[in-house]
C-alpha cells in the first residue's frame, strides 16, 4: 500500500526519466509542473494513493506511423507522423499538430502533457493530445504541402472524430494545412463533422480563431499589469516570433496603445525603434502567411535593421513576449531583460523559457505567466468552435472576444488565488495548481483506469 508521503520531486523525476529516456522537453515540462504538484499532492494524499501523477503523465497512448507522399518532380518521400492521446478526463483529446524538421516524441509529449492543464484551465470539456509530423514545409509548393497533409490524414483520420479527438493546428500548420487535412477527412469518411478547429470560415470556422491565442495573450498581460495598478498604454513590447500567435498579440497590442519595436523569426529578428504600426504589420502578416518568406525582407522594405541569427531579448523593453518556440529564451536572455528594468513577460509559445530563466524573473519578483495560462486563449476559442460545430451556429465576432476575455480574466483569476503568496502572484504555481485539480478529481472519480 503506498504511503501518503512516499511521493518526491526527486524519486518520481528519476522514475521519469528512466521510463522516458532521452525525452528532455518531456521531462523538463514534467519537472515545472511536479515541482509545484507535489507539495500540494502530500496535502491532499488521495491523489498520491491512486498515483494520479504517475497517470497523468503516461498518455492514455501515442500512433506512430509512416507518411509517404511524391513530390513535384515526382520522388517519393518518408516521414513520420505522429499523434500523442495524452489524456481525456474531461473532454475528447483536443491540441494542435506541429509540421516542423525538429518534431520528435520528446516535443510531442511536453505539448501534450502541457495541454492537459492549458485546457482545463478554460474551463470548457477539453481533454489533451497533439501531434504533427517532422515534415518541413519551407520551401514547398503548395500542391507538396497538399499531398503530404492528404497521405497525413489518411491514417490520422482512424484514431481523430468529433467526440474522440479534435486537433488544430501549430507550428507549420495554419489554415492552409488545416483547409487541406480538413478536406481530406471529409472525402474519406463521406462525412461533415467539427473533427478539426482553425477550419476556414466558409466551412465551420470559427470567428476569432486565428487571433484567439495572441489577442488572449495581451489580455492576460493586461490583466497581470492591472493586478498591479498599471496598463499598456505606452508600453514598448519586444516579442519573437512573427506567425499565428506573434502577429495577433502584435496587433492587439497596437490596438491597446502599446509600442512593439521588435518581432523575429527564425532566421533573426528586427528591430523597428518607431514601432511597428498597424500598416507594417499587414506587411509582415502578408510576407508570412502568402509570400512566405525571410522577416529579412521587410527589414528591407522599411530599411530597419536586421540582427541575422539573433534573439531580440538584449533590446531594452518595457514588456516581453516569446511567441516563437520552446526554450528559445535562456538564463542570459533573462538577465539581459532584468538589466534593461523589464516589468513583465507573457509567454505566447509554449515553454518558451527555460527553467532557470523563469526563476531568475521570479527572483527578481516581475511579472511571469506560463503559457499554459497565458497562450490558452486559442484552443479556449477552439473549444468555442466545437461548440458551435456541435449546434451548427455561427457566433458574431464580438459574442467571441467577449467570451474570449472572460476566460482570460477568470485564467488570471485563479492563478492569483492559487499563487499568491506573500505579496507576489507566482503564476507558474497558480496554473499548475488550478488546472489539476479538475483532471485530478474527474481521473479519481472514474476509478482505476
Ligand atoms: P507559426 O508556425 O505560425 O509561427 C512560428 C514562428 O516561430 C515563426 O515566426 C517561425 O519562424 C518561428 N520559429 C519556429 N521555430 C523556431 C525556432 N526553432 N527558432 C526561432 N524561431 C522559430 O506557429 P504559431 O505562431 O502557431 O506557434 C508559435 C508558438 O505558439 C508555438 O510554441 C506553439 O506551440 C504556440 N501556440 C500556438 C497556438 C496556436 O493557436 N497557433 C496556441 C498556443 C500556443 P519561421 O517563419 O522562420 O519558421
Ligand atoms: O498549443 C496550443 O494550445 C495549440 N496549438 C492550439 C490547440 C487547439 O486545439 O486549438
Same mark, same amino acid.
Given at each position: ?10 524519486? +518520481?523525476? &528519476? ?22 504538484? #507535489?507539495?500540494?499532492?502530500?496535502? !491532499? ?16 497512448? #501515442?500512433?506512430? !506511423? ?18 500523442? %492521446? ?12 506541429? +509540421? ?14 502541457? %495541454? ?8 470548457? =470539456? ?41 486537433? &488544430?493546428?501549430?507550428?507549420?500548420? *495554419? ?9 481530406? $477527412? ?32 495581451? $489580455? ?16 514598448? @513590447? ?10 495577433? &498579440?502584435?496587433?492587439?497590442?497596437? %490596438? ?11 532566421? *533573426? +529578428?528586427?528591430?523597428? =525603434? ?42 531594452? @523593453?518595457?514588456?516581453? +513576449?516569446? @511567441? ?41 519578483? #516581475?511579472? !511571469?505567466? =506560463? ?16 461548440? %458551435? ?61
Amino acid at each position: 500500500m503506498p504511503k501518503p508521503n512516499d511521493l518526491t520531486l526527486e524519486h +518520481f523525476m &528519476a522514475g521519469l526519466k528512466r521510463r522516458n529516456p532521452g525525452e528532455t522537453e518531456f521531462h523538463q515540462a514534467v519537472e515545472e509542473v511536479a515541482t509545484y504538484l #507535489i507539495p500540494y499532492i502530500q496535502k !491532499f494524499p488521495k491523489y498520491n494513493t491512486a498515483r494520479i501523477l504517475e497517470r497523468l503523465t503516461e498518455p492514455d497512448r #501515442i500512433i506512430i !506511423f509512416r507518411v509517404c507522399w511524391e513530390d513535384d518532380e515526382g520522388s517519393v518521400h518518408v516521414n513520420r507522423g505522429y499523434r500523442v %492521446q495524452f489524456n481525456n478526463a474531461i473532454g475528447p483529446y483536443k491540441g494542435g499538430l506541429r +509540421f516542423h524538421h525538429s518534431v520528435n516524441l520528446s516535443i510531442l509529449k511536453f505539448l501534450g502533457f502541457e %495541454q492537459i492543464l492549458k485546457n482545463s484551465l478554460t474551463t470548457l =470539456p477539453l481533454g489533451a493530445g497533439k501531434g504533427g509530423a517532422d515534415f518541413n514545409p519551407k520551401g514547398k509548393s503548395d500542391t507538396e504541402v497538399m499531398r503530404f497533409c492528404q497521405a497525413f490524414m489518411i491514417e490520422l483520420s482512424k484514431h481523430i472524430g468529433e467526440n474522440i479527438d479534435v486537433p &488544430a493546428g501549430d507550428i507549420g500548420v *495554419g489554415e492552409r494545412e488545416i483547409s487541406y487535412l480538413f478536406g481530406q $477527412y471529409k472525402r474519406l469518411k463521406n462525412e461533415f463533422t467539427g473533427i478539426m478547429t482553425g477550419k476556414g470560415l466558409e466551412f465551420g470556422g470559427s470567428k476569432i480563431r486565428k487571433e484567439a491565442t495572441g489577442f488572449g495573450c495581451v $489580455y492576460f498581460m493586461q490583466e497581470m499589469l492591472k493586478h498591479h495598478s498599471d496598463d499598456l498604454t505606452g508600453k514598448s @513590447c519586444v516579442i519573437s516570433g512573427s506567425g499565428n500567435v506573434a502577429q495577433y &498579440a502584435a496587433l492587439k497590442l497596437i %490596438q491597446l496603445g502599446a509600442k512593439v519595436i521588435t518581432m523575429s523569426d527564425s532566421t *533573426g +529578428f528586427v528591430h523597428d =525603434p518607431d514601432g511597428i504600426n498597424e500598416e507594417k504589420l499587414n506587411n509582415i502578416i502578408e510576407l508570412k502567411t502568402v509570400k512566405r518568406q525571410s522577416l529579412s525582407e521587410y527589414a528591407k522594405k522599411y530599411k530597419l535593421k536586421f540582427h541575422e541569427g539573433k534573439k531580440p531579448w538584449a533590446v531594452p @523593453c518595457h514588456l516581453a +513576449f516569446p @511567441c516563437a518556440t520552446q526554450n528559445e529564451l535562456d538564463e542570459n536572455d533573462a538577465k539581459e531583460l532584468l538589466k534593461n528594468r523589464c516589468l513583465g513577460i507573457a509567454e505566447g509559445a509554449n515553454m518558451p523559457t527555460t527553467i532557470e530563466a523563469v526563476k531568475a524573473f521570479q527572483k527578481a519578483k #516581475i511579472l !511571469f505567466s =506560463p503559457g499554459k495560462a497565458s497562450n490558452a486563449g486559442g484552443v479556449a476559442v477552439s473549444g468555442l468552435e466545437m461548440t %458551435q460545430n456541435s449546434i451548427r451556429l455561427s457566433w458574431s465576432d464580438k459574442e467571441l472576444e467577449d467570451r474570449l476575455r472572460v476566460i482570460m480574466t477568470n485564467i488570471h483569476e485563479e492563478c492569483v488565488a492559487h499563487g499568491w503568496e506573500d505579496g507576489y502572484v507566482d503564476y507558474v504555481k497558480g496554473a499548475n495548481i488550478a488546472g489539476f485539480s479538475k483532471v485530478a478529481d474527474a481521473m479519481l472519480a472514474y476509478g482505476v483506469i
